[in-house]
C-alpha cells in the first residue's frame, strides 16, 4: 500500500505569495513523524519542518508551516511569501515509530515540482 | 567538511561490472540510510545501518546489491553484475537519532550503467 501521496503534477506560484504542497498519508500506527523535504536542481536534500503525530501544534519553521489534519491523514506544506530560490521538488517523507522503532527509514512520496515565476 | 560525504559523485561503467560507492556519515551519527532516486521519482528506501550492522535491509532489490558498515562510520554500497536498471543517484544519509530525528543527506552518487 503506498504509504505518502503526493498527486499535484506541478505547481505554480508568484513571487510573494503563498502557495501550499498537499501530503496524504496511510499508516496504522498511532506514533509516526511526518518530515518536509526541497530538493533544488542541484540534487541535494534539504530537510524542511517536522510534525510529530503527537505534537498538538501545526509545525512552523520561518516561511514554513505545516497543516496537519490528522483525522484526514494530511499533512500540506505552506510556504508564505514565496521566492524565486523556492524553485524545486518538494518531497514528504513518514516515520513510522511504534513498528520500526524511532531511528528507521523515511519513506517517500513521489514529490511536487514548485515554480516560483517573478 | 562536516555534512555527509559521497564518493564518486559519478560513475559510469558497463552493463556487467562491479560497482562500489562510499558514504561517509556526519561524526557521531549512529544511522546510516542508503536510498535510490529515479528521475522525476521520490527517493527509495535500500538499507539502514544502526551502528556495524543492518537493522532494516528490505529495500534492497535483489541479491546483486549489498552494503556495509564495519565500523559503524563509513559505508559502501557494492552492485554486482550491473544493470542498465540500476543506473539511478544513490543518495545516503545519516541521523543522529535524537528530536526530530531527520536525515541529513549527501549529496548523492549519480550511477550510469551503459
Known amino acids: 500500500a503506498q504509504k505518502i501521496t503526493q498527486t499535484q503534477p506541478g505547481m505554480f506560484v508568484q513571487e510573494k505569495e503563498a502557495v501550499t504542497l498537499d501530503c496524504t498519508y496511510d499508516t496504522s500506527d498511532p506514533s509516526y513523524g511526518l518530515f518536509w523535504y526541497k530538493q533544488p536542481s542541484s540534487g541535494e536534500m534539504i530537510f524542511l519542518i517536522y510534525q510529530g503525530s503527537y505534537d498538538q501544534q501545526n509545525a512552523t519553521e520561518g516561511r514554513y508551516s505545516l497543516n496537519f489534519q490528522k483525522a484526514r491523514k494530511s499533512a500540506n506544506l505552506v510556504i508564505s511569501a514565496s521566492q524565486l530560490g523556492d524553485s524545486a521538488m518538494y518531497f514528504c517523507?513518514?516515520?513510522?515509530?511504534?513498528?520500526?522503532?524511532?531511528?528507521?527509514?523515511?519513506?517517500f512520496g513521489k514529490g511536487i515540482t514548485l515554480s516560483v515565476r517573478p | 567538511g562536516a555534512g555527509v560525504s559521497q564518493t564518486p559523485s559519478n560513475k559510469v561503467t558497463e552493463k556487467g561490472k562491479y560497482v562500489e560507492l562510499r558514504c561517509d556519515p556526519i561524526s557521531g551519527h549512529t544511522a546510516l540510510y542508503w536510498y535510490r532516486q529515479s528521475l522525476g521519482q521520490g527517493p527509495e528506501f535500500l538499507i539502514y545501518f544502526q551502528g556495524t550492522g543492518a537493522a532494516d535491509d528490505s529495500g534492497l532489490p535483489n541479491d546483486r546489491f549489498f552494503a556495509v558498515r564495519p565500523e559503524g562510520s563509513v559505508s559502501t554500497l557494492k552492485i554486482q553484475r550491473t544493470e542498465r536498471g540500476d543506473s539511478a543517484v544513490y543518495l545516503c544519509?545519516?541521523?543522529?537519532?535524537?528530536?526530530?530525528?531527520?536525515?541529513?543527506f549527501g549529496e548523492g552518487s549519480r550511477l550510469t550503467v551503459l
Open positions: 544519509a545519516s541521523s543522529a537519532g535524537l528530536g526530530t530525528g531527520e536525515l541529513f
Open positions: 517523507a513518514m516515520r513510522e515509530i511504534v513498528r520500526t522503532g524511532a531511528n528507521s527509514k523515511l519513506t
